[in-house]
C-alpha cells in the first residue's frame, strides 16, 4: 500500500472528490495562491482555479455563512479554517445557521458542508491559538463531529465527511500533518460513528482520539514491558459517537482511562466516564480515570506548555491508579 | 404607472398580509401564539413590490420579520397561522415558529432569529446561483439594526469581491424603518447615511420611497434585471416604518413619541394605495370587498391553525440530521 503523510492523504481526498464531483468548492484563507498555511490545499488552485478554490478575506463569519449558503444551494463547499482558534469568529454561523438550519426549517434544507483545520496545541502558540475544540463543537446537536488521526482515516474519513449531507466539524491532528502512513488509492469511506480498536488488550482500556491515540500507543508498548496489555481505542468520530466499543472493551478490562488534551470540565473525557458508569457500572474494577489538559489557557513557555497538556507519564500514572499499582 | 387592475391586485396581496398580521396580533394576546411575534405592518409595500420581479428559481432570504415574504411566495394562510400557532400544520411542522418560516419549493430560504446572521447565507446562494449558471438573483433583506453588525460587513466585502467576476448576483434590500429594536438609526451610527455603507464594498445602490408601492416596484424591476445581467450585487435602500411596536410585546415603545408615529400612519403604503385607486376612480365598495374577503382569509386561517393538531411528539427527535440520525440523549 503506498505511504503517504497525513497532509497528502487530506489532500488527495479533496482533489479526487473534487474531479468526481463538480458542486465540491474549498474557501478560505490563503488556501489557493499561498498554496495553504499548512500546505493541505498546495497546488490545487492550478488544478481547478480559481472558482472553485477560493482565497477569501480575513473574515470567518462572513465566509463560513457563505459557505452555508451553498450549501443550501446544493453545493458542496469544504471551508478551512487556518486553524480552529478562529472559527469563534464563525460560531455564530456554525452553531446558529449550519447546525440548527434543518430543524428550524422542519426539514426544508440541509447543510453538505465541511469545516475542516487543525485542532489543538503543543507548538508553542499559547493562549489564543491554542484550543482542543471536540468538546465545544460536541455539544451542539445538529453538527457531526470527527477527529481522525491516521493518514488512512483521514482520507476516508474525508470522503465521508464531503458526501454527507449534514455539517461536518473535521478536526484535523495539526501537528500530526508531516506524519506518514498506508493510504489506500482511490474510493475508499470511513464511516462516522465507529471507533477503531487500535491496539488489543484484556487489561485495561486507554480511550483517546486525535494525537492522543499515538501517545496512548507508546503508552502501551511500555506496560507491554511490564506485562500489562492495554487496549487503545481510537473514537475517530465524537458525534456520532460508539459507545458499544468502548463498553464491550470496558467489560474485558474493568479499569478504564481517558485522555484527552481539552479542558476536563464538561469534556469529551467526561461524557466517555458517565457513558461507562451507565452503561458498565457492574463490570468497573476502578473509577473511570480521566487525564486531560491543565485547567488555565495555553502558555507559551516551552515547559509549561509541556506541563498543561497530558504527558506519557501523566497517562502511566493514571493507569497505575486504575490498576491499583504503586506509583514509581 | 400601474393600471388600476394591477393596483387592485398589489392592494389584495398588501391588505392580505395586514389583515393576517392583524389576526396573529389577536392569538397573541390571547396566549395562543408563544415566543416571539414581529409584524410587518407599515412595511408592506417593500416586500410586496420587490417580489414582483420575483422569478422561479431565484431565492429569497431575510430575517424574522418574515410573515410578508412567505405569504407573498405563495405558503398559504393557513400553513403560516398554523406555524405561529405552534401546530404540526405549519410550514416548518410547527418547529420554527414565526422566527423561521421556510417554503424552499416556493424559493423562500428563511426566517432566521440573529439579527445579520443571515446575510453571509445570502451572499453564498448568489455565489452558488451564478457557478452553476442559474440565471437566476437572491434577493437579501436586511433591517437597518443589521447594517452595523459585523456579518454583514463581511458578507457585503465577499459580495462585491465576488461579483467583480459575475459571481455574486445579489440584490440587497435594506429595509430601512428607522429603528433597530427601539434604538433610531441616529442613536446606532454616526453615518446615518445607511445606503453609503455599500459604497465601501464596491456594491451600487440607490434609495426608494418604501411606502409607495409603485416606486418600489419600478426601482426593484430595474435592480433586478441589472442584478441578472450582470452577476454582480446591487443594493436598495427602502425607507420605511414599522407602524406598530417591534414586537407584540412591545406596549410601551418609549422610544419614539406618539405624533413621529400619527405622522408616519399618514404615510401608510396601503393608504397611499388606496388614495391611488379611488383617484384612479375605483369604487370603495371593490376596496371593501376586498378587505372583507383578506379578512375572511385571515379568519379561515386562524381557525385551521387552533383547530389543527399540535405536531405529533415523534416529531421531536425528526430533521436534527439529514440522514435522520438521531443521537439519543445519552450519547
Not at chain 1, 112 to 122: H, S, T
Not at chain 2, 150 to 160: P, R, S
Amino acid at each position: 500500500m503506498p505511504v503517504k503523510t497525513y497532509r497528502d492523504a487530506l489532500r488527495a481526498a479533496m482533489a479526487e472528490e473534487m474531479q468526481r464531483d463538480e458542486s465540491v468548492v474549498l474557501l478560505g484563507e490563503d488556501i489557493g495562491v499561498y498554496g495553504g498555511t499548512h500546505l493541505v490545499t498546495n497546488g490545487l488552485i492550478d488544478e481547478f482555479g480559481p472558482k472553485r478554490v477560493i482565497d477569501t478575506p480575513i473574515s470567518e463569519n462572513g465566509f463560513t455563512g457563505a459557505a452555508i449558503g451553498m450549501a443550501m444551494a446544493g453545493m458542496k463547499p469544504v471551508v478551512e479554517m487556518m486553524t480552529w482558534n478562529f472559527s469563534f469568529q464563525a460560531a455564530d454561523q456554525i452553531i446558529q445557521n449550519a447546525a440548527k438550519l434543518r430543524y428550524f426549517s422542519g426539514g426544508q434544507v440541509h447543510v453538505p458542508l465541511v469545516i475542516r483545520g487543525p485542532n489543538g496545541g503543543g507548538v508553542q502558540l499559547s493562549a489564543q491559538h491554542t484550543h482542543s475544540l471536540e468538546g465545544f463543537y460536541g455539544h451542539f446537536p445538529g453538527l457531526k463531529v470527527v477527529s481522525p488521526v491516521t493518514p488512512e482515516d483521514v482520507k476516508g474519513m474525508m470522503l465521508e465527511a464531503i458526501r454527507d449531507p449534514d455539517p461536518v466539524i473535521f478536526l484535523e491532528a495539526g501537528a500530526l500533518y508531516g506524519t506518514k502512513g498506508e493510504v489506500p488509492d482511490g474510493d475508499y469511506t470511513v464511516g462516522f460513528g465507529k471507533a477503531r480498536v487500535a491496539r488489543e488488550g484484556a487489561d485495561v482500556t486507554l480511550v483517546a482520539y486525535g494525537r492522543q491515540v499515538n501517545m496512548l500507543l507508546r503508552v502501551a508498548e511500555e506496560l507491554a514491558k511490564e506485562g500489562v496489555q492495554a487496549e487503545v481505542i481510537d473514537l475517530r468520530s465524537i458525534r456520532p459517537f460508539d459507545t458499544e466499543t468502548i463498553i464491550e472493551s470496558v467489560k474485558k478490562t474493568n479499569r478504564a482511562v481517558v485522555v484527552q488534551e481539552q479542558w476536563r470540565w464538561f469534556s469529551v473525557a467526561s461524557e466517555v466516564a458517565a457513558l461507562i458508569q451507565e452503561h458498565a457500572f457492574d463490570y468497573l474494577d476502578a473509577p473511570v480515570e480521566r487525564v486531560s489538559g491543565a485547567e488555565v489557557p495555553a502558555p507559551y513557555a516551552r515547559n509549561l506548555e509541556v506541563a498543561a497538556f497530558p504527558s506519557e507519564a501523566n497517562i502511566l500514572e493514571a493507569v497505575q491508579r486504575v490498576l491499583y499499582q504503586e506509583s514509581k | 404607472m400601474l393600471d388600476s387592475e394591477a393596483l387592485l391586485e398589489l392592494y389584495r396581496k398588501m391588505v392580505g398580509i395586514r389583515l393576517f398580521e392583524d389576526a396573529a396580533q389577536r392569538g397573541f394576546r390571547k396566549g395562543r401564539i408563544g415566543g416571539y411575534l414581529h409584524m410587518y405592518i407599515g412595511q408592506e409595500a417593500v416586500a410586496t413590490g420587490f417580489l414582483e420581479s420575483y422569478q422561479e428559481g431565484d431565492r429569497i432570504i431575510t430575517a424574522y420579520r418574515d410573515h410578508a415574504h412567505a405569504l407573498l411566495l405563495g405558503a398559504t394562510p393557513r400553513e403560516v397561522m398554523a406555524e405561529l400557532y405552534g401546530k404540526g400544520t405549519g410550514l416548518v411542522k410547527g418547529k420554527g415558529g414565526s422566527m423561521h418560516l421556510f417554503d424552499v419549493d416556493n424559493g423562500f430560504y428563511g426566517g432566521y432569529g440573529i439579527v445579520g446572521g443571515h446575510i453571509p447565507l445570502g451572499v453564498g446562494m448568489a455565489y452558488s446561483a451564478a457557478y452553476n449558471k442559474e440565471n437566476s438573483i437572491v434577493q437579501l433583506y436586511l433591517g437597518d439594526g443589521a447594517i452595523h453588525n459585523g456579518a454583514f460587513h463581511e458578507a457585503a466585502n465577499l459580495a462585491g469581491l465576488w461579483g467583480k467576476d459575475g459571481l455574486n448576483p445579489c440584490l440587497f434590500v435594506l429595509e430601512n424603518n428607522q429603528y433597530g429594536m427601539g434604538t433610531s438609526v441616529e442613536r446606532a451610527t454616526a453615518n446615518t447615511n445607511l445606503g453609503s455603507k455599500f459604497d465601501s464594498y464596491g456594491i451600487e445602490w440607490e434609495q426608494v420611497d418604501g411606502m409607495d408601492i409603485e416606486a418600489v416596484i419600478n426601482a426593484a424591476r430595474k435592480a433586478s434585471e441589472r442584478v441578472r445581467e450582470s452577476g454582480k450585487p446591487y443594493a436598495i435602500e427602502a425607507l420605511t416604518y414599522r407602524i406598530v411596536p417591534h414586537g407584540a410585546a412591545d406596549f410601551l415603545e418609549k422610544y419614539r413619541s406618539k405624533e413621529e408615529v400619527k405622522k408616519w400612519r399618514e404615510r401608510d403604503p396601503i393608504g397611499l394605495l388606496e388614495k391611488k385607486l379611488t383617484d384612479a376612480g375605483v369604487e370603495d365598495e371593490t376596496l371593501e370587498k376586498i378587505r372583507a374577503e383578506a379578512k375572511e382569509k385571515a379568519d379561515d386561517a386562524v381557525t385551521f391553525a387552533e383547530e389543527s393538531p399540535e405536531p405529533d411528539l415523534s416529531e421531536l427527535t425528526t430533521d436534527v440530521y439529514a440522514s435522520d440520525m438521531h443521537i439519543a440523549d445519552a450519547g
